[in-house]
């Protein structure tokens, strides 16, 4: 449990390069190693302190407001970055290449949020948008939301996402619903819904931080 034992003091980054530095390290480099500290003893890891507010980072002892925006902006840099990596429009013909364009966007939502990839005919992106949040079974997703979305962009066939924030990517029998609803919706319009992805985090007994609906079998009508 982060917190429960006080972490071993740490040093400032050596004159090692970067790459081989450690997170703690990297931290340190960024709020001191006092900053460092408190981030790891109370967080744990990288994930939930970059969903972590600039008000909860100034809470923690050795962060003050220019050490938690210091630290907020690299987390902020490190998901632009990772968009930016996509610009030149990927092909999403597997469930993994979906993943990796969506994992670091979503890995800062605390809640569940329902995504549309718009695929061109050539299953390139043209644009993720997203639809609604909170629990899907929770919240009324209208087709006509989803499939508005298609037409302004001109796809040819859209890709369905959403996160867990609990971690795990399995599907609840709302998402299944929502789903299979929305894959005849468009048949009829003559929209394709390819997939849906469901994303959450990697762990020692589930290396695989996604699921694929279609490849699960609930996109056979």
């Known amino acids: ?34 900053a460092a500290q408190s981030l790891m003893e109370r967080f744990g890891g990288l994930s939930p302190i970059a969903r972590a507010s600039l008000d909860e980072l100034q809470q923690l002892k050795g962060v003050g407001r220019a050490r938690a925006t210091a630290i907020r902006s690299a987390f902020l840099l490190a998901q632009r970055l990772s968009q930016e990596a996509y610009r ?32 061109n005919t050539r299953r390139r992106l043209i644009s993720v948008e997203n639809v609604a949040q909170g629990l899907l079974d929770q919240v009324l997703v209208h087709a006509r939301e989803v499939f508005a979305i298609a037409i302004a962009k001109r796809a040819s066939a859209i890709i369905l996402a959403h996160n867990h924030p609990s971690g795990d990517p399995s599907p609840s029998e709302a998402d299944i619903r929502v789903t299979r609803d929305l894959i005849r919706a468009g048949q009829l319009l003559k929209i394709e819904v390819l997939d849906h992805i469901i994303l959450g985090h990697r762990t020692v007994d589930r290396p695989r931080d996604y699921c694929s609906l279609r490849e699960l079998g609930y996109f056979a009508l």
């Open 88 to 119: 030149e429009s990927p092909v999403l013909d597997s469930p993994e290449r979906v993943a990796e364009v969506l994992r670091e966007p979503n890995r800062l939502y605390t809640v569940e949020n329902l995504q549309v990839l718009c695929l």
């Open 1 to 34: 449990m982060p917190g429960a034992h006080s972490a071993p003091a740490l040093k400032e980054v050596t004159m090692q390069p970067l790459e081989h530095a450690s997170n703690s390290e990297l931290l340190a480099a960024l709020g001191g190693p006092r």
